[in-house]
């Protein structure tokens, strides 16, 4: 095996125990959601997008429309979300998130944020710039490969990176 595949491979060996010390902890925060995983899901991509019609929920999340109208319907009823009339174009219902749906997404991904900053703090400066270097070139190979995302792929990318979602979501709409 040459160099570049034993690299490949010792990676590949210390990606789940890195993501498994990042996530210590953090399991309790997301049990304690009462929702389904599609209502997860859904206000996830919600929260990323900020507006979304329900056609554009059921191809991202790839269910029905009908089935979004109910998973929107029990987000609605929890306070997570709310519809309103499309100011463009009245035909168009947008559901957005609420105050109260930002605030639960936030604080799910609030844990990794800190567990991360705090896992940083412990490397020398030099130390940080590789991870940068190596975080960056991931990040420039990823979004080689993949172009630019479509919405169906802001589903998957909410839960890794809220961050990247909103700017890709804008992409998206535009």
Do not use: N
């Not at 929260?47 to 319907?73: F, N, P």
């Not at 936030?106 to 703090?121: F, G, P, V």
């Amino acid at each position: 095996m040459d160099a570049r595949a034993t690299l490949t491979e010792r990676i590949l060996e210390l990606h789940p125990t890195f993501f498994r010390c990042l996530l210590a902890g953090q399991t309790s925060a997301w049990l304690t959601v009462d929702l389904t995983m599609p209502q997860l899901k859904a206000l996830l991509v919600v929260v990323g997008v900020g507006r979304a019609t329900g056609g554009q929920l059921a191809k991202g999340l790839g269910v029905s429309l009908s089935t979004v109208t109910g998973i929107v319907d029990r987000l609605a009823s929890h306070g997570f979300v709310s519809r309103a009339e499309d100011p463009e174009d009245r035909r168009i219902t947008r559901v957005e998130a609420t105050a109260t749906g930002r605030q639960l997404v936030q604080q799910l991904y609030a844990y990794r944020r800190e567990r991360l900053r705090r896992l940083l703090d412990r490397l020398e400066l030099d130390q940080l710039r590789t991870v940068e270097s190596a975080i960056e070139h991931l990040t420039a190979a990823a979004a080689h490969e993949d172009g630019v995302a479509g919405f169906h792929e802001l589903v998957t990318q909410a839960v890794a990176s809220p961050a990247t979602v909103g700017a890709l979501a804008q992409e998206v709409a535009s």
